[in-house]
């Protein structure tokens, strides 16, 4: 089971790192990406990590800002966020993939989490 947690209210220009937690040690050798659904617009991938933590691939939108890593030993994929803009704000969900490489559709996921609201404030 994933859960996604840390998200919460943050001026823009700041900070913040959301945590996906593998409770069950299920998908240690599967990728795992991050996704998010703004209000009204559709769920879009944000980034992903591979099986071993050494490959990451990000959207465009958050190229540069976004960084995505991967703690084995306790089962977690953090996704820290810096110079944070309104326009990210969004529900932040992680999900699992059966492969090992970074996928980067939403169907190529299988697994999902439930998400964590992170706002943006102006």
């Known amino acids: 089971q994933l859960q996604a947690s840390g998200g919460g209210l943050v001026q823009a220009g700041g900070s913040l790192e959301v945590s996906c937690k593998d409770s069950?040690?299920?998908?240690?050798?599967?990728?795992i990406g991050w996704f998010r659904q703004a209000p009204g617009k559709d769920r879009e991938f944000v980034g992903g990590i591979n099986w071993s933590g050494a490959s990451t691939r990000y959207g465009d939108s958050v190229k540069g800002r976004f960084a995505i890593s991967r703690d084995k030993a306790k089962s977690a994929v953090y996704l820290q966020m810096n110079s944070l803009k309104p326009e990210d704000t969004a529900v932040y969900y992680c999900?699992?993939?059966?492969?090992?490489?970074?996928?980067?559709?939403?169907?190529?996921?299988?697994?999902w989490g439930q998400g964590t609201l992170v706002t943006v404030s102006s």
């Open positions: 069950g040690r299920t998908f240690s050798l599967y990728a």
């Open positions: 999900a699992a993939a059966r492969s090992s490489d970074i996928r980067l559709e939403l169907n190529q996921y299988n697994y």
